[in-house]
């Protein structure tokens, strides 16, 4: 299982944290609460092309390092 705490990606104060099977569950699920959550929402509906390619790399990474659970 891989997991992700939203607060060591975005250096925000979100306890949001998500597990799945697979990196692609775990970064579906990751994207979703961005999408809707008051904390994410802007930033992540504002977010350039850019913005998202580096950010995405950024999660495989984390994934990438993530041992799994």
């Known amino acids: 299982m ?3 705490k939203c607060h060591e990606l975005t250096n925000k104060n979100c306890d949001f944290e998500v597990g799945g ?3 692609e569950e775990v970064k579906a699920k990751f994207y979703a609460h961005g999408e809707v959550s008051p904390l994410h929402k802007e930033e992540y509906s504002s977010a350039t092309d850019e913005e998202i390619e580096s950010f995405s790399k950024k999660i495989d990474d984390y994934l990438a390092g993530e041992s799994k659970i």
Do not use: A, C
Request: proline share 0%.
């Open 2 to 4: 891989f997991k992700i």
């Open 21 to 23: 099977e697979t990196r």
